[in-house]
């Protein structure tokens, strides 16, 4: 039998997909995939891939990594802009995926002097990457939350419940 993910977690950056997931990992006592910490160990700092390598380059090495991650059993967690891969579209078709959505005024707080190479312009950066990539990140959902004015471990919990329920099934 195939191995797949109890649940895979997407939404903009500074959402808070990490922090999320590793909290659901952590309750359902499976492992925790982050797709960027797994290219950033083979590959180096993200910022440093895209200025090195282009956004072309980092989106193929995403590719691999995150069609890795869907043949585990584990909560993954995708990059931002993982999303924007049909192929990885098309493997998320048949997941349980979770949206994470933020507002501007809580990733401002969140991302606060971070480097994130898509994010040149600040804040507004972020708004224009988010409204590019809503469509898609709603169509791949198959539950939204909003991460902006609610503690990672309250999610956390709400969450691996559903998950438990959705198992169940």
Request: aromatic share 4%.
């Given at each position: 039998?195939d191995?797949r993910p109890l649940l895979?977690?997407i939404g903009?950056?500074?959402?808070g997909?990490?922090v999320?997931g ?5 309750l359902l006592?499976?492992p ?12 180096g ?13 980092f989106?193929?090495?995403e590719?691999i990594?995150v ?6 059993r ?7 802009g993982a ?15 979770l949206?994470?959505?933020?507002s501007?005024?809580?990733v401002?707080?969140r991302?606060g ?6 994010l040149?312009?600040?804040?507004e950066?972020?708004?224009?990457i988010?409204e590019?990539?809503?469509e ?8 939204t939350i909003?991460?902006s004015n609610?503690?990672?471990g ?10 438990q329920?959705e198992?169940?099934?």
């Amino acid at each position: 039998m195939d191995e797949r993910p109890l649940l895979v977690v997407i939404g903009p950056p500074g959402a808070g997909k990490s922090v999320l997931g590793k909290q659901v990992a952590r309750l359902l006592r499976v492992p925790f995939v982050d797709t960027d910490r797994r290219i950033v160990a083979q590959h180096g700092p993200i910022a440093t891939v895209f200025s090195e390598r282009g956004e072309e380059w980092f989106r193929a090495a995403e590719r691999i990594e995150v069609a890795k991650a869907l043949g585990e059993r584990a909560v993954v967690s995708l990059g931002g802009g993982a999303i924007l891969n049909q192929g990885t579209r098309d493997d998320l078709a048949t997941q349980r995926v979770l949206l994470v959505t933020v507002s501007p005024e809580a990733v401002q707080r969140r991302l606060g002097g971070a480097v994130r190479p898509l994010l040149t312009d600040g804040i507004e950066s972020w708004k224009r990457i988010v409204e590019e990539r809503r469509e898609l990140y709603e169509q791949l959902a198959t539950r939204t939350i909003d991460s902006s004015n609610r503690t990672a471990g309250s999610l956390a919990h709400e969450l691996a419940e559903w998950v438990q329920r959705e198992e169940e099934r």
